[in-house]
């Protein structure tokens, strides 16, 4: 057995997997929820076993971890050190382009970045320190978002403002999901058993949040994320691209301040601010039962993200294939269809029966005849963060 710990610690919670990297499999997973609250809780589950569920106050991400090794104790699965620990970073900035084992040094860096990623990186730090301190001699592995993406050209990140105002303070689009856009990319060659090298892709990570990116021979030459993981494709509570000139008109007409413009734009935008929901399921039904607000949701979603694809097949030049991942992309049939409705032009052309076939596996939706491929691949953030911990402390050791 080859046990390898992922922790993707949120500001106020904190999801965790335990791999068998010996044959990929999950040992054990399970979410922490509401920590600092009043009433936290533990969900952890086990192949096979019917889930455990604790309630009670959890005040810190150490207490989590306690509670999560606890549950291991009782339910079995990690009964010493795992082999390596490997923790979801979201911003790396342009200072990590791959998985970095963790040092002091490198734990600086990553505090370094806060002011790029307030809400996301200090909860990271968080998951890190404690896991260090109950692991002092297991390598702990940072995988960052933004890595897949750091190999973009500086025509497709740089933004039209002052250089060395922009330079100053950081701002480039940096791009997010990276590990689910790299995971599906590979994933889809294997599929097409085609060498990733040789493929120009459009992957479409829709879930809560969106994004797009534009791969090329397996890198990401192009993302729709920007500086922060509020900008590009609509989402579930977040606006994506807008006209900058909207921030100054709400401050200035609206009177609202920049923390409320900054909540306005993250939490209550995107889908809950045109259908008064971000779960994309309750807008079709709202759609379906005739609520006008939610069809018109539906279709400005559908259609910034068949945008973005032809914008990303110009990027590249080609397009072999288009890849639909999470929540939405898994799972959404209706989304698939009206995003690959207007994409006819390219060469895209959707099979409807494969289309509303439900699986959990890689599969092809696109007519036999269909000049580009239209893929669905289930992304996997914990095994592919779990593959590149493993890659990063040296499969040598095993
Ligand atoms: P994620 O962030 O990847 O967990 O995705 C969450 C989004 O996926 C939410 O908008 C859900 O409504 C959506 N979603 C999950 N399952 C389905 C489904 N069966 N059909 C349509 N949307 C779904």
Request: with cysteine.
């Given at each position: 057995m080859i046990p390898v710990l992922v922790l993707n610690a949120g500001s106020s919670s904190l999801k965790y997997q335990l791999l068998d990297?010996?044959?990929?499999?999950?040992?054990?997973?399970?979410?922490?929820?509401?920590?600092?609250?009043?009433?936290?809780?533990?969900?952890?589950?086990?192949?096979?076993?019917?889930?455990?569920?604790?309630?009670?106050?959890?005040?810190?991400?150490?207490?989590a971890l306690d509670r999560v090794l606890a549950a291991f104790e009782r339910t079995g699965g990690l009964t010493e050190a795992p082999f390596a620990v490997g923790h979801r970073v979201v911003h790396g900035g342009d200072r990590f382009s791959g998985p970095t084992v963790v040092d002091d040094d490198v734990l600086e860096q990553i505090r370094e970045l806060v002011p790029l990623a307030p809400l996301h990186n200090p909860a990271n730090i968080a998951g890190i320190e404690v896991a260090r301190a109950r692991y002092p001699g297991t390598p702990q592995v940072a995988v960052f978002d933004t890595a897949f993406h750091t190999a973009m050209p500086p025509h497709a990140w740089r933004y039209a403002l002052p250089r060395n105002l922009a330079d100053r303070l950081r701002i480039r689009r940096?791009?997010?999901?990276?590990?689910?856009?790299?995971?599906?990319?590979?994933?889809?060659?294997?599929?097409?058993?085609?060498?990733?090298?040789?493929?120009?892709?459009?992957?479409?990570?829709?879930?809560?949040g969106c994004s797009a990116a534009a791969v090329a021979g397996g890198r990401s030459i192009d993302t729709s994320m920007g500086l922060t993981p509020l900008g590009g494709l609509v989402m579930g509570t977040r606006s994506g691209d807008l006209d900058p000139g909207i921030v100054a008109h709400l401050h200035r007409e609206g009177g609202l301040d920049l923390d409320t413009i900054d909540t306005l734009l993250n939490k209550e935008s995107g889908m809950r601010g045109l259908a008064g929901s971000n779960d994309l399921r309750e807008v079709h039904a709202?759609?379906?039962?005739?609520?006008?607000?939610?069809?018109?949701?539906?279709?400005?979603?559908?259609?910034?993200?068949?945008?973005?694809?032809?914008?990303?097949?110009a990027a590249l030049g080609r397009l072999d294939a288009v890849v639909f991942t999470a929540g939405i992309g898994e799972n959404d049939a209706d989304v698939r269809a009206r995003v690959c409705a207007g994409l006819g032009v390219l060469g895209v052309e959707v099979d409807d029966v494969r289309n509303t076939a439900r699986s959990r596996e890689p599969r092809t939706i696109s007519a036999d005849g269909s000049r580009v491929v239209v893929l669905v691949v289930p992304t996997d953030e914990e095994l592919e963060i779990a593959e590149q911990t493993l890659a990063v402390v040296g499969g040598a050791a095993r």
């Amino acid at each position: 057995m080859i046990p390898v710990l992922v922790l993707n610690a949120g500001s106020s919670s904190l999801k965790y997997q335990l791999l068998d990297m010996d044959d990929r499999s999950v040992c054990a997973s399970g979410l922490v929820e509401k920590i600092g609250e009043d009433e936290g809780s533990l969900t952890h589950r086990t192949p096979g076993a019917a889930p455990l569920t604790e309630p009670g106050a959890i005040p810190d991400h150490g207490t989590a971890l306690d509670r999560v090794l606890a549950a291991f104790e009782r339910t079995g699965g990690l009964t010493e050190a795992p082999f390596a620990v490997g923790h979801r970073v979201v911003h790396g900035g342009d200072r990590f382009s791959g998985p970095t084992v963790v040092d002091d040094d490198v734990l600086e860096q990553i505090r370094e970045l806060v002011p790029l990623a307030p809400l996301h990186n200090p909860a990271n730090i968080a998951g890190i320190e404690v896991a260090r301190a109950r692991y002092p001699g297991t390598p702990q592995v940072a995988v960052f978002d933004t890595a897949f993406h750091t190999a973009m050209p500086p025509h497709a990140w740089r933004y039209a403002l002052p250089r060395n105002l922009a330079d100053r303070l950081r701002i480039r689009r940096y791009g997010f999901h990276g590990t689910s856009h790299g995971y599906v990319a590979r994933t889809a060659a294997a599929h097409l058993r085609r060498p990733l090298d040789q493929l120009a892709l459009v992957t479409l990570h829709l879930g809560n949040g969106c994004s797009a990116a534009a791969v090329a021979g397996g890198r990401s030459i192009d993302t729709s994320m920007g500086l922060t993981p509020l900008g590009g494709l609509v989402m579930g509570t977040r606006s994506g691209d807008l006209d900058p000139g909207i921030v100054a008109h709400l401050h200035r007409e609206g009177g609202l301040d920049l923390d409320t413009i900054d909540t306005l734009l993250n939490k209550e935008s995107g889908m809950r601010g045109l259908a008064g929901s971000n779960d994309l399921r309750e807008v079709h039904a709202k759609a379906d039962a005739g609520d006008p607000d939610a069809a018109e949701a539906l279709a400005v979603f559908c259609y910034r993200i068949r945008c973005t694809v032809g914008a990303y097949a110009a990027a590249l030049g080609r397009l072999d294939a288009v890849v639909f991942t999470a929540g939405i992309g898994e799972n959404d049939a209706d989304v698939r269809a009206r995003v690959c409705a207007g994409l006819g032009v390219l060469g895209v052309e959707v099979d409807d029966v494969r289309n509303t076939a439900r699986s959990r596996e890689p599969r092809t939706i696109s007519a036999d005849g269909s000049r580009v491929v239209v893929l669905v691949v289930p992304t996997d953030e914990e095994l592919e963060i779990a593959e590149q911990t493993l890659a990063v402390v040296g499969g040598a050791a095993r």
